[in-house]
């Protein structure tokens, strides 16, 4: 009965020998030179290990470099340039750096100046995009930065520089033309030219002559005025037609008027006879023929009757795009008619008219027509 116990001690002491070989116990020695089993948590690796996947910047909005410099003249309207690339999702701001205002979100213009707004220029084959900040009427007081900003994370920005300027506070002392009279000072700068001058036309002074310009430019070389000039070559140009003021011709008769155009530099454009205010072209009726010659120096123009009718009376005008025009008076009488007239101018005393000798014919004429039609 004692033993039992005692056996009970002696398993208990076996197996705690044995949990504590286990615990302490070591590998044993390979039997082999090759590599063993490959231990992933403990052992170190040779395999590269890769980071998470970062998100590529070129994806990410950016700004393309642009002209950040702009220059305005007071009353022009500014445009601030802003490109962005990539922008995708993201949102374009503009603020005035000076006091911090926001002016525009998107296509928002959030100042309450109607002169500000947002003008979007697509631009596909960049990828981007324009958001340029338009501001009208410009003055004094919008000149100074201005930040383009895109709201990543962090936030971008891109700053433009606005500079307005008065030409009215830009004094010329280097022009001939204008006289001093107010001396300007300097405001934190030395300026180039140190008076303003009164713009004075026609002063010449020692140095160099300038010119001033119907549109206010002063340039070394005289204003050269095209009206002037067309003016002076239609004053060289004259226009004649042969034979006289009036032509008479008998009924069945022929009659041949020419109007000659000379000092021409280049040929007329256009060139031509009226009658009525209604152009005369050879398809009145047979027996009218016109001929023309346009060349420089003289040119002329030659309208021909074979056979006038008492309706070929008239006033007729030649016609130029490059000289005054000319009219001469055609009358045609039948043959007992042209012998009164002849009567008539035979009889008339030397102090009378040649308008009133001319109107007698003109009556006698239209009488005869009168008389015909009946």
């Given at each position: 009965?004692r033993?039992?116990p ?6 208990l002491?076996?197996?705690?020998l ?8 070591k590998?044993k020695?390979?039997?082999y ?7 992933w948590q403990?052992?170190?690796s ?8 970062p998100v590529?910047?070129?994806d990410q909005?950016?700004?393309m470099k642009?002209?950040r410099?702009i220059?305005?003249?007071v009353g ?6 802003c ?20 002016l525009s979100?998107?296509h ?5 100046d109607?002169?500000?707004s947002v003008?979007q220029v697509?631009r ?5 995009s324009d ?11 919008d000149d100074g ?17 606005l500079?307005?300027?008065d030409?009215a506070?830009y004094?010329?002392?280097?022009s001939p033309?204008y006289e001093?009279?107010?001396p300007?000072p ?6 180039t030219?140190?008076v303003?001058k ?5 002063v010449?002074?020692?140095g160099?002559s ?7 430019c002063i ?5 050269f005025?095209?009206?002037?000039t067309?003016k002076q ?5 004259v226009?004649?037609?042969?034979g006289?003021?009036i032509?008479?011709v008998?009924?069945?008769?022929g ?16 060139l ?7 152009v005369v072209?050879?398809k009145e009726?047979p027996?009218?023929s016109?001929?023309t ?6 040119s002329r ?14 006033n007729?005008?030649c ?6 025009r000319?009219?001469?008076l055609?009358?045609v009488?039948?043959?007992?008619d042209?012998k009164?007239a002849s ?6 005393p030397?102090?009378?008219s040649?308008?009133?000798?001319s109107?007698?014919v ?7 027509v009168v008389?015909?039609s009946?």
């Amino acid at each position: 009965m004692r033993m039992v116990p005692t056996m009970s001690i002696i398993l208990l002491l076996v197996m705690k020998l044995l949990d504590t070989n286990m615990v302490n116990a070591k590998p044993k020695a390979k039997g082999y030179a090759g590599p063993g089993p490959w231990d992933w948590q403990n052992d170190q690796s040779n395999y590269p290990v890769f980071s998470p996947y970062p998100v590529s910047k070129l994806d990410q909005p950016q700004f393309m470099k642009i002209n950040r410099n702009i220059s305005v003249m007071v009353g022009e309207t500014a445009f601030l340039p802003c490109r962005v690339k990539n922008l995708d999702e993201y949102t374009v701001s503009w603020i005035r750096a000076d006091d911090v205002t926001v002016l525009s979100v998107g296509h928002l213009a959030f100042s309450s100046d109607k002169r500000i707004s947002v003008v979007q220029v697509p631009r596909p084959r960049l990828s981007a995009s324009d958001w340029n900040l338009s501001i009208e009427n410009a003055s004094l007081e919008d000149d100074g930065q201005y930040e383009c900003q895109v709201n990543t994370d962090p936030k971008i920005n891109y700053k433009v520089f606005l500079a307005v300027a008065d030409p009215a506070k830009y004094p010329q002392a280097d022009s001939p033309y204008y006289e001093v009279v107010d001396p300007a000072p300097a405001k934190g700068f030395e300026q180039t030219h140190s008076v303003i001058k009164k713009h004075h036309k026609e002063v010449e002074k020692d140095g160099f002559s300038m010119y001033l310009h119907d549109n206010g430019c002063i340039c070394p070389k005289p204003q050269f005025k095209l009206l002037d000039t067309v003016k002076q070559l239609q004053k060289d140009l004259v226009m004649t037609i042969s034979g006289g003021s009036i032509e008479y011709v008998t009924s069945g008769g022929g009659i041949m008027l020419e109007c000659l155009v000379s000092g021409l530099s280049s040929p007329p454009l256009s060139l031509y006879w009226e009658k009525g205010n209604k152009v005369v072209t050879a398809k009145e009726r047979p027996g009218v023929s016109l001929e023309t010659e346009k060349v420089a120096g003289v040119s002329r123009i030659t309208l021909y009757f074979g056979s006038a009718e008492l309706s070929d009376t008239g006033n007729y005008t030649c016609v130029s795009d490059t000289a005054k025009r000319e009219t001469v008076l055609v009358v045609v009488t039948q043959g007992d008619d042209m012998k009164a007239a002849s009567l008539a101018s035979a009889s008339l005393p030397s102090g009378v008219s040649t308008m009133v000798y001319s109107l007698t014919v003109l009556t006698i004429s239209v009488l005869t027509v009168v008389i015909t039609s009946h």
